[in-house]
């Protein structure tokens, strides 16, 4: 079965943060078997520590399609108390040691690839940017530090989410280099959430960077935003 984003687009990537993992348990418990064709060109980059590697559906998927010889993790077989914020710097390491011109990063815990990637550059360069995150209808944390002009015109999925995004790994790294330094310099630090540190480095990058609005690629599957009949996702 493929599965279709309300704007008519087959999902490529799926994301189910939060509780949507557990309550979409026997679906991505499906999903995760599928075979997947992957252009040779792309890495996978996914932060991940030992005891999160032995449920995380993305590396399960990755060492069944033979994958694992461009994946990506600075945090390889370490146990560690996981701090959210340093995921910033956590991914920056993880790029710099990635082969392939291109990446994708993806979280460990709760993304799945649905198809092939094999169209994913053509629907990439759609968006004329040089790096293209996850999409959502909300923000997270909810603090506006991202400020996008006119952006009721991005339709309802009009939010950055960190939790995914692609393209050119030097561009990546540039990018998360510039959060990470974002981060070290905020000396209050309140927001626990590498989220927050992403946005505000996006607010001073968006001629390069923005988010995949019309889910050409990525499709976030908030259990509290929509539901899918088997084909199409609808909005609660």
Known sequence: MEYYSGSGNRIMIGHFPGQTKYKEEALIKELKERIINVPENIGFVTPITKDQAKTSPLLYQIK?????????????????????????????????????????????????????????????????????????????PHVIVDNVKNRGQYGQYCYLNAGCCFGKTADLADFYKYAYESFIKDKRQEYDSEQYYIRKAFDRRQGDVFFDYDCRIFQCWHKQEYKYDGNKCTLL
């Open 64 to 140: 069944k399609n033979n994958y694992e010889n461009r994946f990506y993790n600075s945090l390889s077989d370490r146990n560690m108390v996981w701090h959210s914020p340093m995921k910033v710097k956590y991914v920056l390491d993880s790029l710099l040691l990635c082969r392939e011109e291109y990446a994708l990063v993806l979280d460990g815990n709760d993304v799945v690839i649905l198809t092939d990637l094999t169209d994913i550059f053509d629907r990439f360069n759609s968006y004329g940017k040089k790096i293209l995150y996850n999409a959502s209808i909300w923000m997270h």
